[in-house]
């Protein structure tokens, strides 16, 4: 069974930064892209940030381009999302999602796998 885990999350005062993490059990990754998502309170999920497996192209939201930047390590099996100068709109559940193929869509529900998400809250 496909899992995948965040990790990282936390309570951050604007402008700092956090680091997420998203493990995934056996092979999930592989050959697949990789993307994380975010649901703000009251707000519908929306993408973040997507990276390819292919050339590891990486892809951002408009909200979040120059700020965050997403990475993966395919040994590990491991995806991240380094957010820097975080905002407080930043503030929201965030989830790690895969494909079963290398495409790269905006929209969550062409993903197949989720994980159950992980709470970023910016506040001072």
């Known amino acids: 069974q496909v899992q995948l885990v965040e990790s990282g999350g936390g309570l951050v005062q604007p402008g700092g930064s956090l680091r997420l993490s998203c493990a995934a059990s056996?092979?999930?990754?592989?050959?697949?892209?990789v993307a994380w998502f975010r649901r703000a309170p009251g707000k519908e999920r929306e993408f973040v940030a997507a990276?390819?497996?292919?050339?590891?192209?990486?892809y951002y939201a408009d909200s979040v381009k120059g700020r965050f930047t997403i990475s993966r390590d395919n040994a590990k099996n491991t995806m991240y999302l380094q957010m820097d100068s975080l905002k407080r709109e930043d503030t929201a559940v965030y989830y790690c999602?895969?494909?079963?193929?290398?495409?790269?869509?905006?929209?969550?529900?062409?993903?197949?796998?989720w994980g159950q998400g992980t709470q970023v809250t910016v506040s001072s």
């Open positions: 999602a895969a494909r079963v193929d290398d495409y790269v869509y905006y929209a969550s529900h062409w993903y197949d796998y």
């Open positions: 056996a092979r999930t990754f592989s050959g697949r892209s």
């Open positions: 990276i390819r497996w292919t050339g590891g192209v990486t």
